[in-house]
Each structure stands twice: as structure tokens, then as C-alpha cells.
Nanobody
């Protein structure tokens, strides 16, 4: 088990910024790849960003590349998603997820086993 909890969501105006945090626990979190996904009303869940175990490899969806940044602090068992230049299309529930079956250097877009409950991000004026 990899318990995960997201925080940092809220309401922001277009062009603004938010920082989401995903907090886990235990050695399994540290050895897992961690990713962020999002799901907007009426749409399927989609990949946003992923980071490898050691934090050296990152991957981003094209829609957020250059605006979002993912990082991790294994000492604090936390993964952060910094979101800049937010757009109304970024409105969604954001979920963090952990994939334990990875090799070093992987930041995959699928195959995640454990999920947090999600945090709402609303971009609106």
C-alpha cells in the first residue's frame, strides 16, 4: 500500500499559479514513480506529469509543457506540481498516483496502482 494525499487545490484566476502537493509515507513511496493526472467534468482522466524514483527524469503532457513543473523531495516523501499561467481548460480534479513496478529512470504515463482522493483546481475569473 502507498497511501497518498493531495493538497493545494483551489480557485485561481486565469494566468495565475497554484502549487499542488502529494504526500506519501514509507519506503515504497520513495521507490515509486509518482505522477499527476486530472479529470475534468464529462471528460476522461488524463495524464499531466510524472517523475522517476530519484527525480532525475520528468515527463509532461503537451498541454502543460512549459507551464507546469513536477519535483520531489524523498526526505519529505512529497511530490510537488507547480502550475503557472493557468487556463480555464486546466480546471479539473487533480490526482497523484504511485507506480511501484518501475525501474530506475522511468517516469511512465500509465500503470499506476495507488491513487489519492484528489484535489479540485478551478481556473475562473
Amino acid at each position: 500500500q502507498v497511501p497518498l494525499v493531495e493538497s493545494g487545490g483551489g480557485l485561481v484566476q486565469p494566468g495565475g499559479s497554484l502549487r499542488l502537493s502529494c504526500t506519501g509515507s514509507g519506503r515504497t513511496f520513495i521507490t515509486s514513480a509518482i505522477a499527476w493526472f486530472r479529470q475534468a467534468p464529462g471528460k476522461e482522466r488524463e495524464f499531466v506529469a510524472a517523475i522517476s524514483q530519484g527525480g532525475t527524469v520528468r515527463d509532461y503532457a503537451d498541454s502543460v509543457k512549459g507551464r507546469f513543473a513536477i519535483s520531489r523531495d524523498n526526505a519529505e516523501t512529497t511530490v510537488t506540481l507547480r502550475m503557472n499561467r493557468l487556463e480555464p481548460e486546466d480546471t479539473a480534479v487533480y490526482y497523484c498516483a504511485a507506480r511501484t513496478r518501475v525501474v530506475s529512470g522511468m517516469a511512465p504515463r500509465s500503470g499506476y496502482e495507488y491513487w489519492g482522493p484528489g484535489t479540485q483546481v478551478t481556473v475562473s475569473s
